[in-house]
């Protein structure tokens, strides 16, 4: 029994690895998470762009963690969990499909865990993906480090103190699902004298794609901020 | 004229984006840093498990950039953009082939600052490409980021502080280019009591790849340490 995440990358079908198509037509069953089983899922419709609809699987899924681990959460986990170790149980191996990367900031993790705890001599898998940040940085022109530069991600779900002091201690710094929060990201970015040469990107590589300075109002909630570190030219940082 | 920096990702052929892929057959000219001209380059090996050798052009450059912007160094990175300028003018599209992804701590970020100096009106894009820290993190089953955790990466090029620095204030730590200072690396590890879970890796895909607990003894120069956050299941935090 093999359980594989398999990082989609951040929406445009070209941006998965070679791997990650292989490792879809070989698995016995594709899984990927929906918010409701009527819609096409982002990590699916990459998933389509190189394999069968007949062997991909929807699954009802929380694709958020807003919320943090709440009694409500846990149990869309468990129910997922029991899908995916009912599917385990009867075919070699599944692939579930999640974009990014699947050991950043992704619910393949919490996936893995649930059905460890059913299945615990299940091999977990992972292959990485490209993720929003490395997306907006090509698409964007901008580089996330360089020389001795050191870079920070977090997400805004975590407060707006663990950006700023980010800020302050760190070259680069980027930040995820900060959408509802944008209006103080940028004040704070302001504050450090960084708003300028920030950079924003939403639904990267889908056609309602959003790419360029801050928005002033709120975005989707998975939006990527860049704050670049300050440099000169050829590796020199002011 | 376009100079396209494609990410090839760790050293494992199939880690590479299918757009890479295609953006390398498109291009009129593919070019790979070697350390000399008589051997195979890490970025070279991936490009020729995609493409037909007689398209690839190797250019001696300096890859590592432990001694920073000397003035030794700045003028290997001009040669290299002479030549490269020089290709641009007689081809419509230049792909420079980088390991990992080419706004990460790449060379092709100086060539690219060089280049544009001979050639304001060339178009630069990059493509991305999967990280040693991402192929390492699949690798060796290590989750980088749940929930509100962050991450921090850096060099250990920009000194031993700043590591400890990033070991206080971030959840998920990782460092590159420590193989030398991995005696010392370990120490500041077990002061913070985080030897026992970090994990080491070198030479990512290739055949004499290192995966597992930090070795005891100086390693090679492109090595990655994963130090990851404080866990307890289900994105809780210790």
Chains 1, 2 share one sequence.
């Not at 990927?32 to 096409?40: C, G, H, Q, R, Y």
């Not at 681990?69 to 986990?77: E, G, K, L, N, S």
Request: negative net charge.
């Amino acid at each position: 029994m093999r359980l594989i995440g398999v990082g989609m990358g951040p929406g445009d079908p070209e941006l998965v690895t070679v791997k990650a198509v292989r490792v879809l037509r070989e698995a016995d069953l594709v899984v990927v998470p929906v918010m409701s089983a009527d819609e096409v899922g982002r990590a699916e419709a990459t998933v389509l762009a190189h394999l069968d609809h007949d062997r991909v699987q929807r699954l009802v899924f929380a694709l958020d963690d807003r919320g943090g681990a709440t009694p409500d959460r846990i149990q869309a986990w468990d129910v997922a969990a029991d899908v995916v170790a009912e599917a385990l149980r009867g075919s070699g191996s599944v692939a579930f499909a999640t974009i990014g990367d699947p050991n950043v900031y992704s619910t393949f993790t919490y996936l893995a865990d649930a059905v460890r705890e059913r299945l615990p001599d299940v091999v977990v898998e992972t292959v990485p993906g490209i993720t929003a940040m490395q997306a907006l940085a090509a698409h964007s022109g901008t580089v996330l480090c360089e020389g001795t530069e050191s870079l920070a991600l977090l997400p805004l779900t975590a407060g707006l103190e663990v950006f700023e002091e980010a800020l302050t201690h760190f070259d680069t710094v980027v930040a995820y699902k900060g959408g509802r929060h944008l209006v103080a990201v940028r004040e704070v970015l302001a504050k450090h004298d960084r708003l300028d040469t920030a950079v924003f990107g939403a639904a990267l590589g889908l056609p309602d794609e959003q790419v360029g300075p801050l928005p002033t109002s709120a975005a989707p909630y998975l939006s990527t901020v860049i704050a670049p570190a300050r440099r000169t030219t050829r590796g020199g940082k002011l």
